[in-house]
DNA sequence: TGAGATATACTCACTGGGTGAGTATATCTC
DNA sequence: GAGATATACTCACCCAGTGAGTATATCTCA
């Protein structure tokens, strides 16, 4: 069950898709849009990823489609959510983000999104969580950092580049707070 | 020709290999295990991944590969690289990386390594390069920020992460020189 | 009035990044 | 003498992502 991809690459917007399923039933293309919209600085997706990723959700049995005839234009499907898609997308949402900089990016913000819209402090409560799995994870970037042999140079130089680059995801995070406070 | 892929994560390791078999004929094993070695918190390649790039590149005419039995091991394929290959080894070096954070912390690591490993200076230029392309990406990044409707808080708020972690970029890539200069 | 852009809605074939398991032998280690 | 580890590569598979194509309706502007 919730055979999660192990591997950091695998950060699929399939739960955006499913959240916004989870808001009410709609077809491929207002999905689209909306993830354009709302979340279109964080998913660059074509639609036919879009529609890809139904195509597979559906397989999957995490929404089912069904067909409507409309009188000149193309046929639409509207897609509903499962309730074994429902469980899902309420699991990831409950999943921590890891600390990558992508995961933070991408991950990260699409589950605040999505904790925010429903609001009595559950955004407020992920930044915490995400303040401390950073933390955690700049201690272990620092001690691994003096695991290096004096050869392994580039090695050496990408690790700094995360720890930099963690930092910055830090002061972001606190940053967060208050910019969703502020509206 | 060289028809570079378009989107932003396109980042293969294949250069990376071809650079290794530009400095002498080896085989999948060993250019795995260098990979690993000089840059492997650079690129997070399994052996088969090594395997399948190493089949493409063959496929493409950029390396040959010629069997050589061994009395009790498994057989080995020695790779050369081609001419073409060869070419567009160079080519990719002297091609300026994007600005994305990504990029950056894989590709601009990568082809350092190789520049550096030139010596005469290449990899200050092209660090200094780099530098300025950074420079430019924050102009443009800040400039689009005043573009977003008020209700896209989320849009917003990527834009402003993506921010913080380039103008972290740009802080290691200054720091970059000096980290150079002093091996 | 009529040409061209844009919106609606989806399909298809393809590339390529990535993995995990499997194969078979030799040597090192305890 | 058993079990880990190194050598060297193959295979079948999943999924992220793209670009082009299809067909119609409406909006825009000269």
Redesign the pocket.
């Known amino acids: 069950m919730a055979k999660h991809?192990?591997?950091v690459?695998?950060l699929?917007?399939?739960y955006a898709l499913l959240g916004f399923l989870e808001q009410g039933a709609t077809?491929?293309?207002?999905l689209h849009?909306r993830l354009l919209f709302h979340l279109g600085q964080i998913w660059?997706?074509?639609?036919?990823?879009c529609?890809?990723?139904l195509k597979?959700l559906e397989a999957q049995g995490d929404i089912v489609g069904e067909l409507y005839e409309?009188p000149?234009?193309?046929?639409?499907?509207i897609f509903h959510i499962t309730e074994q898609g429902r469980a899902r997308f309420e699991d990831w949402l409950a999943t921590p983000t890891g600390c990558s900089v992508r995961a933070i990016r991408v991950e990260f913000i699409t589950r605040l999104y999505f904790a925010h819209l429903r609001g009595s402090g559950e955004a407020e409560r992920l930044i915490q969580n995400q303040v401390e799995i950073v933390r955690q994870g700049l201690e272990r970037l620092q001690s691994a950092q003096k695991t290096f042999a004096p050869e392994q140079t580039f090695n050496r130089l990408g690790l700094e580049f995360r720890l930099q680059q963690l930092r910055a995801a830090l002061d972001w995070l606190q940053n967060c707070v208050k910019t969703l406070q502020g509206d």
Do not use: C, K, V, W
Not at 27 to 30: A, C, F, L, N, T
Not at 44 to 49: A, D, F, G, K, T
């Open positions: 991809s192990t591997y690459g695998a699929s917007p399939e077809h491929g293309y207002d849009r660059h997706i074509s639609q036919s990823q529609y890809n990723i597979r409309q000149r234009l193309p046929d639409r499907r």
